[in-house]
């Protein structure tokens, strides 16, 4: 199926993908090196900001289209779907901030790394839905790469609550500081969801391959 190529909203939904990538990267390099906390908190605000004013844009191109290359609500749910998951990491980098985490972790970095991977395919797979190429195999392998990424990342969520919960691991928290084990269960909460809502998008571009090819 064809789509055109210069679509205003495609190239929207692409602009947003990018956002997308450039929040996990800027997430990955936080848990990578955390003096870049402060600063790479800054940077995913105002990158919050743009990705909501392509929302706004994209809904009211959405109504004043008339014909679209795929139907209306398909479109807004994609584009909700990818304002989600920039919402979903800037407030885990909020998070840290607020909480005042001094140092990353393991678990961050696993974490981050996931999402990095996983922002990756959301990216390649909006641009496929851009070139016309959803019956493409390619396309296909991008919903299984992101359902793969979210199984791994329940994994590494449960080892994570084992460690806060049962262990009461060092890496997170003394024994008897509660509201530290709190924190870290609140922002791995974040970051699992993430991942899903990542997950979501997979499942979107699953849909979208039956029902258009």
């Given at each position: 199926?064809?789509?055109?190529?210069k679509?205003?909203?495609?190239?929207?939904?692409?602009?947003?993908a990018?956002?997308?990538?450039?929040?996990?990267?800027?997430?990955?390099?936080?848990?990578?090196?955390?003096?870049?906390?402060?600063?790479?908190?800054?940077?995913l605000?105002s990158?919050?900001?743009?990705?909501?004013?392509?929302v706004?844009?994209?809904?009211?191109?959405?109504e004043?289209?008339?014909?679209?290359?795929?139907?209306?609500?398909?479109?807004?749910?994609?584009?909700?779907?990818?304002?989600?998951?920039?919402?979903?990491?800037?407030?885990?980098?909020?998070?840290?901030?607020?909480?005042?985490?001094?140092?990353?972790?393991?678990?961050?970095?696993?974490?981050s790394e996931?999402?990095?991977?996983?922002?990756?395919?959301?990216?390649?797979?909006?641009?496929?839905?851009?070139?016309?190429?959803?019956?493409?195999?390619e396309?296909?392998?991008?919903?299984?790469?992101?359902?793969?990424l979210?199984?791994?990342?329940d994994?590494?969520?449960?080892?994570?609550?084992?460690?806060?919960?049962?262990?009461?691991?060092?890496?997170?928290?003394?024994?008897?500081?509660?509201?530290?084990?709190?924190?870290?269960?609140?922002?791995?909460?974040?970051?699992?969801?993430?991942?899903?809502?990542?997950?979501?998008?997979?499942?979107?571009?699953?849909?979208?391959?039956?029902k258009?090819?």
């Open positions: 199926m064809f789509f055109p190529r679509s205003k909203i495609f190239d929207e939904l692409l602009k947003q990018l956002i997308v990538k450039e929040v996990a990267q800027v997430f990955r390099n936080i848990t990578r090196d955390w003096k870049q906390l402060e600063h790479g908190s800054s940077a605000q990158l919050e900001r743009q990705a909501d004013e392509l706004h844009s994209i809904t009211d191109d959405i004043k289209t008339f014909i679209l290359p795929l139907d209306k609500e398909d479109i807004a749910v994609l584009t909700e779907s990818l304002d989600d998951v920039v919402d979903n990491l800037e407030e885990a980098v909020n998070r840290l901030s607020i909480y005042r985490i001094s140092e990353s972790n393991d678990a961050l970095q696993d974490f996931l999402i990095e991977q996983s922002a990756v395919y959301i990216h390649k797979g909006i641009s496929m839905i851009k070139e016309g190429k959803i019956a493409s195999e396309f296909a392998s991008c919903g299984k790469m992101l359902r793969d979210e199984s791994q990342g994994i590494l969520h449960r080892k994570v609550l084992e460690g806060l919960m049962g262990n009461c691991s060092s890496s997170f928290a003394d024994g008897n500081d509660y509201l530290s084990i709190l924190k870290w269960k609140e922002i791995f909460q974040t970051l699992e969801d993430t991942l899903d809502k990542c997950d979501h998008i997979g499942k979107l571009f699953a849909r979208l391959r039956i258009y090819i």
